[in-house]
């Protein structure tokens, strides 16, 4: 099953999204199709025997254009027919590839593919992988490229606008008793009406074509959009115009008016407004550009013993790099010399660098500060963590939430509502209305029409998820899915893993009561059989063991049982290490250490018991301290109406004495790991909408049972595929950071919504003309069309609003990123 992303030129509004996803999903083999309006995107799963070629060939027939980009890339070292067939194999079986055609007479592949998907440095490694090297190809940037329509739009905005400025003043003048007879004196009504016919006609067939093609092409498929109300309103007010100065004979006595200026001030009108709107769309992708900004283009990489600067796309994994102060690390790595102190602030959300030296983990576009490093680079392009959390914000903007699939199918009735309301105002006021019936039922229908177009219902939430993801990735939140950042707004419990996720994750041996035995025999023999364990208890034991210098003898047949405990062969004794439940299944007594368990409990300290050959032989104590924050984000999870409850596998008295010191109420104690889900199921059957946080590892059952699955992703482990938000760093205070920004972004669509349903509810029976009997009132056609545009506007800014949104931990990307030029700036 492929996955791929198309850009798809010339959408307008929500009834456009349904139809291309209704085109995509009519081809066998199509899985999954979303396309998302703000970002201009189709995001779709298929196999055969659809292609991305078929795919793009359907989005043409319905009537939009999917950008394609092409490009002629020199291959160097192809000898004969095989070397072309090849490097064509290796293309064509690339993601988003749509045609790759290789020429041997010429040495160069002609290549179309989908620039979302695939791009020109990973053809180049298809290439460099079918054993051939390429050079880089003569074609414009993307950037230019995804601007281009900004271009055209303002280009078509002051074409449109030098040439309806005249009209309107023509207009106006006629309308004014002091200047009409200026203007009779100069040419009659008819010849002022020839004059704006000729400068409105290029003003719509021009600067406004785009509005008839696609409004041609919606029409055509049964399935009418904005583009449609739009070239309805404009066409029946220029080609009235037009039979009004032609045959003016033809209409009843007062109805052979000119709306000329009408129809090319409505085309300008919503033009300006696009070119707003799609300025303002630009804006809600900023998290995605400035995390493109800590990309480095280059690498200082060590070959033949000399450091020779490389483009960042001819990096491979195995390769050594040095990084001097001030610079950007370029991909992920291992330090294998040199000592430095790191800027991780991009992912780990802390100010304070961190100290490197060999063997330590380098993330790409972090921030060497002093120290010179030489590292082996270990995850380059994809795979490198900066490059996951740009996907995954890409990948969360292009997810389309339950109340937007509402709002799409709510959009894809609305417009032929519309239409069959304004052929209803036609009839209602051509047939009841005073005189001139005509002109009173054709100015309230095409008010109609324009006041009507469904543009900021298709925009209401893309825009806020853009947005709101964006500024998630910068606070070191990451929305796998835009779905979750709107469901953890109705969320109202929180259930946390202890282990690594309340806690540090990193516990400390703190008692060891010898019940028989010697004391270093038993510690050392119960630290031999934790090393083949993976559990940080195990670890905290060895770590004990290791500094009062024991010395750990070999061990075999060692057997675990989770949530219970471990046994093996230790100097020919058998050792059982566990629970108190692992120690009642073997029948060993634990009433010699009860009083100590349970004091050591009400410390907060884990009790483990230790059996040799079946009997008692020591009780040791473990203790994981709270995080830093922890307390602090319970209380501010618990002041916003959440209900928090912590899960642990934990004997009940430890667990209660952790929670109270975290200031939680409710404990989940003694579940196994296997169980864990099953709590989850249990609270969401008691009516509770659960959040679930853990490590994303063992935990990925309940992760993935929770209504939203919130994994803790310290470092570099952030690629966790359970769970649905993603926090950066350890710190508690991120789920705050989650559940605000959630509950704010899911607020904001809900206003997008309300002014969006709302200015059409309430206005569209002022353009029928509701107001006229009262108030003698009707709206025109040109403030119809300006407050269609403006409407789509306000949506779009008022999710920009979501921009400024703080980070109650304080941390984010967009500091590191300030910083981070600052740093750059001092050593240039």
Known sequence: MQRIEIRVDGMSCASCVGRIEK????????????????????TVKFDQPATPATLIDLIKEAGYQPRVQSAEIPVIGMTCGSCVSRVERALNKQPGMVKASVNLTTQKAFVEFLSDTLSVPRIHQAIRDAGYEPQEPDANSETEEQDREGIDLRRKVLFAAALTIPIVLIAMGKMIPALEALYVSVLPHRGWMAIEWLLTTPVLFY??????????????????????????????????????LLVPGFFPAGTAESYFEAAAVIVTLILLGRYFEHVAKGRTSEAIKKLLQLQAKTARVIRDGEAVEVPIEAVVPGDRIQVRPGERVPVDGVVEEGQSYVDESMISGEP?????????????????????????????????????????????????????????????????????LAILTFITWFSFGPEPALSFAFVTTVSVLLIACPCAMGLATPTAIMVGTGKGAEMGVLFRKGAALETLSRMDTIVLDKTGTLTRGQPELTDFILVEGREDEVLAWVAAVETESEHPIGEAIVKGARDRGLTLPAISEFQAEPGYGIQAQVAGRRINVGADRYMRRLGIDLASVADDAVSLAE???????????????????????????SVEAIAALKSSGLSVAMLTGDNRATAEAIARQA?????????????????????????????????????????????????????????????????MRGDLRGI?????????????????????YGYNLALIPVAAGVLFPFTGYLLNPMLAAGAMSLSSVFVVTNSLRLGRFKSNSGSSVESSISESGAAQASVS
Do not use: C
């Open 207 to 244: 600067a406004g074509l785009r509005f008839f093609r696609s409004g041609y092409t919606e029409l055509r498929h049964a399935n009418p959009g904005m583009n449609s109300l739009v070239m309805i309103g404009t066409s029946a007010a220029y080609f009235y115009s037009v039979a009004a």
């Open 663 to 727: 200031g939680i109420e409710r404990v989940l104690a003694e579940v196994l790991p296997d169980q864990k889900a099953a709590e989850v199921k249990r609270l969401q059957d008691e009516g509770a909408r659960v959040a679930f946080v853990g490590d994303g590892i063992n935990d990925a059952p309940a992760l993935a049972q929770a209504d939203v699955g919130i994994a803790i992703g310290t470092g570099t482990d952030i690629a966790i595929e359970a769970g649905d938000v993603v926090l």
């Open 352 to 420: 304070v660098p961190v100290a490197k030296q060999k063997d330590a983990e380098l993330v790409g576009g972090t921030i060497n500060k002093n120290g010179s490093l030489t590292f082996r680079a270990t995850r380059v392009g994809a795979d490198t963590v900066l490059a996951q959390i740009i996907r995954m914000v890409e990948s969360a903007q292009a997810d389309k939430p339950p109340i937007q699939a509402l709002a799409d199918k709510i959009a894809g009735i609305f417009v032929p509502i519309v239409i069959v």
């Open 23 to 42: 085109a995509l999903m009519g081809q066998r083999g199509v899985a999954e199709s979303q396309v998302n309006l703000a970002t201009g995107k189709a």
């Open 736 to 756: 705050v950071d989650a559940a605000a920004l959630s509950r704010r972004t899911r607020k904001t669509i809900l206003g997008n919504f309300v002014w969006a």
């Open 603 to 629: 410390k907060a300290k884990s009790p483990l018991y230790v059996a040799v050959d079946g009997r008692l032989a020591a009780l040791i104590a473990v203790a994981d301290p709270l995080k830093n924050g």
